[in-house]
């Protein structure tokens, strides 16, 4: 394979400065495909998760796109941002328009199509629903406006941990654990999802690749903050005019099957796939579930 042939089938690791009211900090990203393609496909993660968790559904797609998939600030390559309050989304939302800028800086509009789980659905609900939104197509993965509370705190509790360990197995055993939800995977995909998200320390330990301070905002919301925050939502997802697919995991706590089924009367009315034997979320690794994706964005 040529040297320009085999820079498009691999990832180029890449960044972005943006900005927020505490200062400047740094989005990575990787991006895949032809550098030149206009046709963009952003792909966000979860909340304690990276854009490496997109490396197959890239390489399933960057024939057809330029898949861009970014650490969100305080994961991964990207920076922490100095004041943690402003890890939410908002900010996240503003981070990602510096992003789309950038990556669609050599076309002539700068419309793009967005893949987005939980977390990252989120982003990209809020970010569609707005007057002139760069994204024409949306893959909501496992995420609404309604979150489940009980799951809301399982996941701040979780956040929050200051977890080590002495070796990348007892960390990766751990990994696997506490994300059985995401459904079966092999030993391979397990190791490459817990790879994804541990980081050796100095010390040798091996720790969670994200800012713990991720979890002081979630601590911060009381029951009225999350009322009016799902009433935020609703409002942002009726206001969504593009064609939009709701994926779910047949055993999600986070999204339940009333909410999806509510959606689907709602906003852009998108189409729902159910994912059989999973719960939060679908990893969009294996090939049926990327054929779900295929199908939405290319047909």
């Not at 740094?26 to 496909?41: S, T």
């Not at 979150?147 to 055993?173: H, N, S, V, W």
């Not at 994912?275 to 294996?286: K, L, N």
């Amino acid at each position: 394979m040529s040297a320009a042939g085999q820079g498009r089938s691999e990832a180029r690791l890449k960044s972005v400065q943006c900005s927020s009211p505490a200062g400047l900090h740094r989005i990575a990203y990787k991006e895949w495909g032809d550098p030149d393609n206009p046709r963009v496909l952003v792909c966000v993660h979860g909340v304690t998760r990276v854009g490496d968790d997109f490396d197959d559904l890239a390489r399933a797609l960057c024939g057809d796109y330029r898949v861009v998939c970014p650490d969100v600030a305080g994961r991964g390559r990207s920076d922490r941002l100095a004041d943690a309050r402003l890890y939410a989304v908002p900010q996240y939302v503003a981070d990602m328009v510096t992003l789309i800028a950038r990556v669609t800086a050599n076309s002539d509009d700068n419309r793009v199509d967005w893949f987005g789980t939980s977390m990252g659905g989120l982003i990209g609900m809020v970010l569609a629903a707005m007057p002139d939104t760069p994204i024409q197509k949306l893959v909501l993965n496992d995420i609404g406006p309604v979150l489940d509370q009980g799951a809301m705190r399982r996941i701040a509790d979780y956040i929050g941990q200051d977890l080590r360990f002495p070796d990348f197995e007892t960390g990766a055993r751990f990994v696997q654990e506490v994300s059985s939800s995401f459904g079966p995977h092999t030993d391979e995909e397990w190791r490459k999802l817990a790879s994804d998200v541990l980081r050796q320390a100095p010390n040798g330990e091996w720790v969670r690749h994200y800012d713990l301070a991720l979890a002081e905002p979630f601590k911060a919301i009381t029951a009225e903050r999350a009322e009016l925050d799902q009433a935020a939502l609703w409002r942002a997802f009726d206001a969504i005019r593009c064609p939009t697919l709701l994926v779910r995991g047949e055993l999600s706590d986070l999204l339940s099957r009333e909410t999806a089924q509510e959606m689907t009367r709602r906003g852009p009315r998108p189409k729902l796939v159910e994912v059989r034997g999973v719960g939060h979320a679908p990893t969009f690794v294996h090939v049926d579930q990327i054929a779900v994706a295929r199908a939405f964005l290319l047909g």
